[in-house]
């Protein structure tokens, strides 16, 4: 007699879970991610209320670069332009999505699709002098799955390309006038 109850609360969780697909899974904790040697996620707990420091697009992607607050009082105070480097504890996020054209625009402008990646930077010269003071990071968006991975390994994983800005302590992205 219990068979009957469990095999038919059983069939009933089946069909939940094939009609909700994942919703039922657990979420994923990101903020328990971590960059192997490297940055983890829980560091830029907070991001996403960040300020702007300014956009990017590439051919198939948009991007908000953002900044904590020592990055955005150094870019203000004109570092790098003013030959100085940003202070410790400046960090920088990035959030790339894959763009589309606005479907409801009057005009031609690409927005915001499906999210691609989200890219940190740390300067701590403590736990990073190699790099002069600054670490990176990339986790990479499973949209069906919702989930984020590690995209690259080691806290260094930027560095060789940021070394080509080393006169501006190591960061591409301006603050333009707003």
């Not at 004109?78 to 625009?105: C, L």
């Not at 990479?140 to 984020?148: G, L, Q, W």
Request: a positive charge.
């Amino acid at each position: 007699m219990t068979k009957k109850p469990v095999s038919a609360f059983a069939i009933a969780v089946a069909v939940l879970v094939a009609l909700n697909g994942v919703a039922l899974l657990p979420q994923q904790n990101r903020y328990a991610l971590k960059v192997p040697d490297g940055l983890a996620f829980s560091e830029f707990k907070g991001y996403d209320a960040w300020q702007t420091i300014a956009v990017s697009e590439t051919e198939t992607s948009v991007k908000a670069i953002l900044g904590n607050p020592t990055m955005i009082a150094a870019y203000k105070a004109g570092i790098p332009d003013n030959g100085h480097p940003f202070p410790e504890g400046s960090k920088t996020a990035k959030i790339e999505w894959i763009k589309k054209k606005n479907p409801v625009s009057p005009y031609p402008v690409n927005v915001p699709d499906t999210l691609k990646s989200l890219s940190f930077i740390e300067k701590d010269s403590k736990r990073f002098p190699n790099t002069h003071g600054w670490a990176y990071a990339q986790f990479d968006y499973d949209a069906p799955s919702k989930a984020f991975k590690p995209s690259v390994t080691g806290s260094e994983c930027g560095y060789s390309c940021h070394s080509t800005v080393a006169s501006r302590d190591y960061i591409f992205t301006a603050y333009p006038v707003r």
